[in-house]
C-alpha cells in the first residue's frame, strides 16, 4: 500500500498521480498526467486477448538456503493407524530446495522470497518461547504468514479484475503513464536518474522499476475497489429506523450519577465538618484534605471519575453497597449533601451528590440520522468489497481452503528455517 513518501514523490512539482478514467482535452504543455490521454482502443470485451499483466517486483532474496526436511522413506512398517504426535526429522537426510508453493493468477509464490521480510519476526517469535512450545510458535506463525498471503492475493486479483474491467486501462495507457511519473521523477532531481532512483531506494527501499510498479498496481486496484464499493443497495429511511431500534441503549443510555463522600475518624472532626459546610464551605475542597477526610483525598472523594450509572429513577437506585449511606444520597437533589452518618466504629460520613447526567439522541435530531446513515453505508460498503474480493479469488480458485493449503506449506519452510527441522503433519 502507498505511504506518505511514494505520494511525496509522485506529488513534486504539482504531478497528479491520481487515475482520471474521464476523457478530457490535455494540454500539451502542462505536467499534469491523466491516464485517459494514453488510452487506446484495445478490445478487453469477452473473447478478447488478455490485457498485458503487470506484477509488482519482489525484494530479490537474500543468499539464505531455503531447507525442507523429508524424512527417510520407511520400508519395514505396516499398514496401520497414520502417526500424528510430533517426530524429530533426521536433518542427515534432509533436501535442500527452493520450494515453489504455488500460484497466483500466474504468478509463481516462491517460498524464500514470499519468506523473506517476515523470517526475521518469526525467529524472534521463537525467541520469546520455550523450545517445547513449538505448537505455540506455530499457531502464531500461520497467523503472520496467512495475513501476507491474503493481502497478496486480494491484491492480485483485485489488480487483474481491474484490468480486465476498466476499459480505459489499457497497457498502452499504463506504460505511458508510468512512463510519465518516471520523467516527473527524475526531472524533479535535477534531470538525475542516478539521485532519483537513490531517492528512491533511500526512502522505499525498492528500485526504481519496483516502485513504478507497485505505484501502477495501486492505481488499478483503486480504481476497481471504487467500483465494487458502490455495489450496495442504498440505506432507506426504514433501514434509518430500524437501526435506531436496534441499537436503542447506545442512543439512549443508562444516568450517571456523580457524588463525594467524606469519612472522617472521629465525632471531633465529623463536627468541624457539618460546621463548615453549613457556613457554604465547598464540599470537594474538604473532601481533598487529609487532616478531614479518609476517603479518595487525591480526587476530593469523588466515588467513581466516569460516575456510577444507574437504571430507572434515582431513588429507586443502588448506587453504593452501603445501606445508610444509599439511603441519604437517593433522597437528594443536586448540589445537596447529607451527614454525618454513622459508621464502623467512631467513623463518620457525609455524601453529596454533585450531578445526574443523563445523554439521550432522538431519531428526530438530524445529525443522528446522518451518523446512522453513514454507519449503514460504510457497513454495506464493506460488505460489498468483501463478497466482490471473494468472488474474484473463488473465481480464481484461491479460495479460503486453497490458501489455507499454501499457508501450511509455507509454515513447513518457516519451520525448517527456525528449528532446523519438521515435525508435524498439518497446523494445530
Known amino acids: 500500500m502507498p505511504n506518505d513518501s511514494r505520494i511525496r514523490l509522485v506529488k513534486i512539482g504539482a504531478f497528479p498521480i491520481t487515475l482520471l478514467l474521464a476523457s478530457c482535452a490535455s494540454d500539451p ?42 524424512r527417510p522413506l520407511e520400508t519395514t512398517g505396516h499398514a496401520g493407524e497414520p502417526i500424528t504426535q510430533e517426530q524429530p526429522a533426521s536433518e542427515a537426510s534432509a533436501a535442500v530446495y527452493d520450494a515453489k508453493i504455488g500460484d497466483i493468477n500466474g504468478r509463481p509464490i516462491i517460498a524464500s522470497r514470499f519468506l523473506e521480510d517476515l523470517m526475521p519476526r518469526l525467529r524472534a517469535e521463537a525467541a520469546k518461547l520455550e523450545p517445547d512450545q513449538r505448537r505455540e510458535w506455530r499457531q502464531e506463525a500461520f497467523q503472520i504468514i496467512a495475513r501476507k498471503l491474503d493481502g497478496m492475493i486480494r491484491d492480485e486479483v483485485l489488480y487483474r479484475e481491474g484490468r480486465a474491467r476498466i476499459p480505459e486501462i489499457t497497457p498502452q495507457g499504463l506504460a505511458m503513464f508510468v512512463e510519465r511519473i518516471r520523467e516527473n521523477i527524475i526531472r524533479n532531481e535535477s534531470g538525475s536518474y542516478t539521485k532519483a532512483e537513490q531517492r528512491i531506494l533511500e526512502e522505499e527501499n525498492v ?15 483503486k480504481e476497481i475497489l471504487d467500483i465494487a464499493a458502490e455495489d450496495y443497495a442504498p440505506v432507506s429511511w426504514l433501514d434509518i429506523q430500524n437501526e435506531y431500534n436496534r441499537r436503542y441503549e447506545f442512543f439512549n443510555p443508562n444516568p450517571k450519577a456523580f457524588f463525594r463522600i467524606i469519612t472522617t475518624q472521629d465525632s471531633n472532626t465529623a463536627e468541624s465538618v457539618s460546621q463548615r459546610l453549613e457556613a457554604g464551605d465547598s464540599f470537594s475542597d474538604l473532601a481533598s484534605d487529609s487532616n478531614l477526610n479518609t476517603y479518595a483525598v487525591d480526587r476530593g472523594g469523588l466515588f467513581k471519575e466516569e460516575g456510577t450509572e444507574f437504571d430507572g429513577q434515582l431513588a429507586d437506585a443502588r448506587l453504593i453497597a452501603i445501606d445508610d449511606l444509599n439511603s441519604a444520597l437517593v433522597t437528594l437533589n443536586e448540589g445537596e449533601w447529607a451527614g454525618p452518618i454513622a459508621r464502623s466504629g467512631n467513623r463518620q460520613s457525609f455524601v453529596y451528590l454533585e450531578r445526574v447526567e443523563q445523554e439521550s439522541f432522538s431519531l428526530e435530531d438530524e445529525n443522528v440520522q446522518l451518523s446512522i446513515e453513514q ?53 494445530n
Open 375 to 427: 454507519y449503514l453505508k460504510k457497513n454495506r460498503s464493506d460488505e460489498a468489497l468483501e463478497r466482490f474480493v471473494n468472488r474474484l479469488r473463488e473465481r480464481a480458485n484461491l479460495g479460503q481452503d486453497r490458501a489455507n493449503e499454501m499457508v501450511v506449506e509455507l509454515l513447513r519452510v518457516a519451520e525448517t528455517r527456525v528449528y532446523g527441522d519438521v515435525a508435524f503433519n498439518a497446523p
Open 29 to 70: 504543455g502542462s505536467s499534469d498526467v491523466q491516464l485517459s490521454e494514453f488510452s487506446g482502443t484495445v478490445d478487453t470485451s469477452a473473447g478478447a486477448s488478455s490485457p498485458r499483466t503487470v506484477y509488482a517486483p519482489v525484494n530479490s532474496p537474500k543468499q539464505e538456503p531455503e531447507t525442507l526436511v523429508i
Open 207 to 221: 528500485t526504481m522499476d519496483e516502485f513504478l510498479a507497485s505505484l501502477e498496481k495501486q492505481v488499478v486496484i
